[in-house]
């Protein structure tokens, strides 16, 4: 942990060894430690928590792919223009579609991609969900429904449009920096 | 579980006996489950998950207290017209302050209360957050640390107010209905 | 008068006795002299004309019952964060409809309530006048009318709303100051 | 009264001889009957409520002089686009004040217009208030007291800013079609 | 060139021969010379640049009237607030339409005017180009060509639409001064 | 020319000599026609203007570097969320600092970048200029000559953040798709 990685003074002397042992399986899967986790790392509840979540919505079973879960982050991101989730996850919407201009559609503006219904829809939703939450009324799950979404599909595209909406305001908070490893990942 | 508490069908069937255990000393401890945790409870690890993160952020240690964390909660949900949110910490504001317009104040303008330098910015800071993260820069958190914050009060201000733009997207999307007992507590 | 009611120093030093006899009649009727005509008293012309407006607009005779007219100014006084404004016609809504939570979402997010298609409509025209005058166009009327609403009843829906959008706006500039006792009325 | 004046079908078989004797001397006055009279002339109450309002308003005694309340109607008017009011009182500032460059100024963007400080005052409060009414504290009333302006004068700009912030919304709710003649006014 | 046109100190000491032959021409068809080419007029280049896209644009083969062309300037100024465009192009309107209402119309509010529904559809589009670029999709196109336009319609549309996004934004930065000419005509 | 560059159907059978010889200069400078030249392509006066005034501006004589101008367009474009622009200039950003996270930065959020009073200032007073042109006032211009900037630099700034407001809006009104190549430029 040599550079800064947020704006504020927090890091711990050491990592736990419970912690230590969870980033080296991070560099074992990604390559990197994400920077978003050495930021969490000054207390390990708050990091706990943090992980619990986020491999729960973006790794867990659900009726949404993995990379219709990451372009909603893209997507929410983009619209709250956050450095560290764009970049990160900009990185996993090019890795998962194997589609380098998917992923910076995401990023520059969603409705710029050529995506089906089902797709279109959800992000839609995501999109004022993220913008105007207090707008959103029974229409707007009618049309998620229309568009083949269950209610538990609902659920969790409002969960992670939700997340990342909190997410990138801890970012911005605190002036998260990416890895830099994202930015050539997958071009 | 009698009425609906979410525009989504997701209730489980019922609830296991680990889940029914924790709404158990919810009822003793607050007098109600609240509905938030009955509309997670149809998936356990998400419950979870949830209640980990809500109750160290929350009900765990941090330099402010947890009167201002629920300030912080209530500032944030009036931008968003979080009915849920509003409604649920806004009692709690009330409860906690044992001043009932102090509640209604964050509810509908929190600045038509007066509050210390210490708060303003605080909540000043937790507006900008939510209203426009993608402008907050350096002197915002130079205001804060000026305001006498630390650093690790800065990320529990922006833990606290983020959460909030996750959670009142959440129940906006799903169209939560608060415990109708929050309506009447600490008048 | 013995608390500010505004962050001008306007009060004159006596009231006339006309002004005390209506502030008599005030309190025989509500049970208080709701400070914004404390606040008008300043100058005898200016409160009559105000309370003229108010009068004929609120309890006067119209196609709109008297809590739909205190539905609008709620909903209204929502967008603007009105705190004077908020608490004196929450109060109204919870005491005309005898139902507190109804109060509660008018103040919090009118989309919350269950309501019947006619008192949506009212609403939804409500807000884009208060949002977007400059975008109501003839579809907007034309909507009102297919909600069962005369020609008369849209002048009034449509004076309320932007009566309102006044009231806010005078309270924010003077910082007015609710009566105390509203926010016990009618829980 | 040939033309229509508003989308509402509204106006009376007959004006009573008071409201014909009034807008007589408008006649006589004003060269014409404001629409904004023939619009709410289907109820006397009505029509007096808003002349009284008017009147005091717009000619009686202030700190203010009538060409300054007058530009505070039409900045206020420019940011709610309402063709209305531009129209009538956009006309009242050329003429009030010889200057025709200063009402086109005042109906486009006041910020163009070589204004003292005390008018650049009054309208960024007035411009505030109308944009951002919530976001209006005790450092803007503060500003205007720098400016030279009396607590009377804070309440005459803040009556006039949200008076017309009202009536450009019933203007824009009907679609008030300004009288002919004040287009070619003072030009 | 006695009066300052911008807020810049940018004048050439003397016009070249090319330049004072263009600005003869626009004085015997105009009348004027219009300031936007003087505060160009220190870089020949960029004015020529600025009139051959603006002499195409506007006076050029099209499927739009120049009439149209015109409104489409006016109704982006008018968002914008942009006193030279809507003082100059304004003028054109009054004297392309012999309508002074149009031209006060597109100045204030677009919406007020008795339009086509092409001509509509057109303005639609333009003030959406303007306001949420982002957000134009496929079925923005589609109303246009629903309404009568082609291909190459829409591309004048955009162009001119976008044109004006342009041309405000560098009046507004530079404080551009409109001939005082512009004000009277065609009243 | 093989796949389909905006949503409008306007290219020519076949494009003149002198466009040929142009895009094979292009194809020899930067290794491809931009897309956006093909889409002006329909009409050769169009496309001569507009070269001419991009050359001129992005290419030409000025005190800001062509680094500088490149940052002003991609931070303005990333307001107005264009995914043509973003790509191509994006991508310029990247091979003119040598620094792919530059690039990305301007992209997502300028603020995020280690910039200089200077740029900063730059490029604050652009994203002014794209979001609330009718705001710029006198101090602006004024923080632009405190952080070192001439008046010509003024000019150059306001300029350059105009000229991409209007080609943000031109390639978002056709649906303008950037050449593939750009995607994994200097990555």
Same mark, same amino acid.
């Given at each position: ?12 002397? &050491? ?28 207390? &390990?509840? $708050?990091?706990?928590? /943090? ?14 792919? $993995?990379?219709? =879960? ?10 709250? @223009? ?6 990160? @996850? ?19 503006? /969603? +409705? ?5 219904? +089902?797709?279109?829809?959800?992000? &839609? /939703? ?42 990138? +305001? ?6 998260? +920096?990416?890895?830099?490893?994202? @930015?050539?990942?997958? =071009?």
């Amino acid at each position: 942990m040599d550079d800064k990685i947020t704006a504020l003074d927090l890091a711990p002397a &050491e990592l736990s060894d419970a912690t230590e042992a969870y980033f080296a399986k991070c560099r074992e899967k990604l390559g990197l430690v994400p920077n978003v986790l050495r930021a969490y790392a000054f207390d &390990e509840k $708050k990091l706990r928590a /943090f992980t619990d979540t986020y491999n729960d919505l973006m790794l867990g079973e659900s009726g949404l792919s $993995k990379l219709e =879960r990451e372009m909603i982050a893209v997507a929410v991101s983009s619209i709250n @223009h956050c450095y560290y989730c764009l970049t990160a @996850h900009g990185a996993a919407v090019r890795q998962l579609s194997g589609d380098p201009a998917l992923g910076e559609m995401m990023v520059m503006n /969603f +409705r710029a991609a050529d995506l089906s219904d +089902r797709q279109r829809a959800m992000l &839609e /939703f995501s999109v004022k969900l993220t913008e105007a939450p207090a707008k959103v009324v029974e229409e707007d799950r009618a049309a998620l429904r229309k568009a083949g979404f269950t209610d538990r599909d609902i659920w969790d595209i409002a969960s992670t449009a939700a997340f990342f909406n909190m997410s990138n +305001r801890v970012a911005a908070a605190v002036d998260m +920096r990416p890895n830099a490893e994202y @930015h050539a990942m997958a =071009r």
